[in-house]
């Protein structure tokens, strides 16, 4: 992928909202919040100022018009330039086109699982498959009432990808809980043996030491 001039994912959906015509910094918030965009990229009011200052500067949006109503303070109203409009074709085609290695948090805890005692990390991960599962209910009953209230499922192609990777990790999670407790072939044993040999060399490093 390549390397741009504005890297925070937060401008891409920026530049996707300016397609649709001039837009003032409080019009982009407003949006990103009612379309509940917090669930695919982190967003403040400060940081959407920001990255409207950074795209600027790019060359990517430039002011259209500025606009006082009332006693409010003046608005300036950003529109996309042509080079704004190739950068969000070109940046959007690569996400959805080129898969890249992202990290996740929980693979980077199991990664590491094998530091705990296996009735501790079996007791977590059922701790967890409980978190997921309520998370997807919430997910589906969201996606089905706006759903019913009109909304076309194009729109909600995000939380069907988001519900089929939550479908995929609880089935994960249920298979990995097997592997470590079933009476015949399960890792516990073999994990908590392993995990002995750690701390007998461990201690003998510390007597070595002393």
């Not at 080129?98 to 990290?103: K, S």
């Not at 890792?187 to 002393?210: F, I, S, Y």
């Amino acid at each position: 992928m390549a390397k741009r001039k504005v890297s925070n994912p937060l401008a891409l959906a920026v530049l996707s909202y300016l397609t649709s015509g001039p837009m003032h910094r409080y019009d982009l918030v407003r949006t990103l919040e009612t379309n509940g965009d917090s669930r695919s990229v982190n967003f403040s009011p400060a940081s959407v100022y920001m990255v409207v200052e950074q795209l600027s500067k790019a060359g990517f949006i430039t002011e259209h018009e500025r606009l006082r109503t009332g006693g409010y303070p003046e608005r300036t109203t950003y529109v996309l330039t042509d080079a704004g409009r190739a950068e969000w074709q070109d940046w959007l085609r690569s996400l959805i086109a080129d898969p890249q290695h992202e990290y996740p948090q929980f693979v980077l805890g199991l990664s590491l699982i094998a530091a705990l005692e296996p009735d501790d990390a079996v007791a977590l991960l059922e701790e967890r498959r409980r978190r997921v599962e309520t998370m997807r209910a919430e997910a589906s009953t969201a996606m089905e009432g706006a759903l019913a209230a009109g909304l076309h499922p194009l729109f909600q192609v995000d939380e069907d990808y988001r519900l089929a990777l939550t479908d995929a990790e609880l089935v994960f999670i249920d298979g990995l809980i097997a592997r470590i407790t079933d009476a015949e072939t399960g890792w516990a044993g073999p994990w908590a043996a392993h995990l002995a040999q750690m701390r007998a060399r461990a201690g003998e490093g510390d007597d070595v030491d002393e």
